[in-house]
């Protein structure tokens, strides 16, 4: 059974600075892979997935991701964060083999200070 | 293009009751997914329908159910309600082949039992 991890479930960042956030997923095979963002009593709007290819996954809003095999990891980034990002973030794998379900990680509470 | 819609926005029930929620796919889209999401935590896969058939399960009894309509709407159905069946319920819409991966969610069902 696949199964996601984010490490912190909280980091508040100053408006400006950079932002990391941590994905580690359990999945036999090559996974599909997602970030999700949600806004306080809002449904989830996808920022980015991997599928295969380049390692290296541009979403919008100015968010990247890195799949990284060896370490099985999937961190989401963004270089300058603005006080529009304050949310939460959730990690997903995707898995063929279950319908296609989304098995999501318990999520990280971003705070942006001015 | 039409996003993912959800029905009601809130709805509150006492114990015991029976609610039915509502999703209307994103346009073009085939296969309807639930999933429950419980305060402070990430979103559980609860079943997932296509064709108007359920093509997958998560870890939830079966008084927890579901429909797709010929035009791709669905609805979860939840019988005999508990106070842990409080939470968000969100649904996603998906295509087919390579896209299928992608879910769009909805808003979310504020479900309350009291």
């Known amino acids: 059974a696949q199964s996601v991890t984010q490490p912190d479930i909280h980091i508040t960042v100053s408006e400006g600075a950079s932002l990391e956030l941590r994905c580690n997923y359990s999945?036999?095979?090559?996974?599909?892979l997602f970030w999700y963002v949600q806004s306080p009593g809002q449904g989830l709007q996808l920022l980015l997935k991997?599928?295969?290819?380049?390692?290296l996954v541009q979403g919008i809003k100015g968010f990247e991701a890195e799949f990284k095999r060896s370490q099985s990891s999937f961190n989401l980034r963004k270089p300058s964060v603005h006080w529009s990002d304050a949310a939460e973030y959730f990690c997903?794998?995707?898995?063929?083999?279950?319908?296609?379900?989304?098995?999501f990680g318990g999520g990280t509470r971003v705070l942006v200070k001015p | 293009e039409t996003g993912v819609t959800q029905s009601p926005t809130h709805l509150i029930k006492t114990r015991g009751q029976q609610v039915t929620l509502r999703c209307s796919s994103q346009s073009g889209h085939n296969t309807v997914s639930w999933y429950q999401q419980a305060l402070g935590q990430g979103p559980q896969f609860i079943f997932q329908y296509y064709r108007e058939e359920e093509n997958g399960r998560g870890n939830f009894p079966p008084r927890f159910s579901g429909l797709q309509f010929p035009n791709y709407s669905s609805e979860l159905n939840v019988n005999a309600l508990e106070l842990d069946d409080s939470a968000l319920y969100l649904c996603?819409?998906?295509?087919?082949?390579?896209?299928?991966?992608?879910?769009?969610f909805g808003p979310g069902t504020r479900l309350t039992v009291t």
């Open positions: 997903a794998v995707g898995a063929a083999a279950a319908g296609n379900k989304l098995t």
């Open positions: 996603a819409s998906s295509g087919i082949g390579d896209f299928s991966y992608e879910q769009y």
């Open positions: 999945y036999g095979a090559t996974p599909y």
């Open positions: 991997y599928f295969s290819g380049d390692t």
